[in-house]
């Protein structure tokens, strides 16, 4: 038990960044009720780095660079008029580029790709 009577929680840090891990041992070693284990001791629990995301999962997606520009545009609530209108092209061209991006992504409805795109890393919300 820590002073405060709280139960001391044992966290491991295995993560490969030793930036990233260095960081979270400084900001878990401040925490009340937590303790880093010892290298080798049984923890509570683990912090583990699973390497980076998919990375096939991000490359099978190639979009052009105004295919990008639409699904930005989208990813900020733009109708096909507001792209269309912004990007200097016709509405039937923005529709085309947004069915286009829902093929591409696999996705329902432009919400969906937008969140497609976000999970594999296409664009950064």
């Known amino acids: 038990m820590s002073g405060e009577g709280l139960p001391v929680i044992v966290v491991a840090i295995e993560i490969e ?18 303790r880093l284990a010892a290298p080798g001791e049984e923890a509570a629990v683990a912090l583990v780095s699973r390497g980076p995301p998919n990375v096939a999962a991000r490359t ?8 990008r520009d ?8 733009a109708s096909n ?14 529709k ?24 594999l890393g296409v664009i950064n919300l």
């Open 17 to 34: 960044d030793a930036a990233v891990a260095d960081r979270l041992a400084s900001a878990l070693g401040e925490a009340p009720g937590i």
């Open 60 to 67: 099978d997606v190639e979009l052009t660079p105004r295919e």
């Open 70 to 77: 639409v699904l930005l545009m989208m990813a900020e609530g």
């Open 81 to 94: 008029k507001t792209i269309a209108r912004r990007l200097g092209i016709s509405v039937h061209t923005a």
């Open 96 to 119: 085309f580029h947004v069915a286009s991006l829902l093929d591409k992504l696999d996705a329902t409805g432009r919400t969906d790709a937008v969140a497609h795109a976000a999970r």
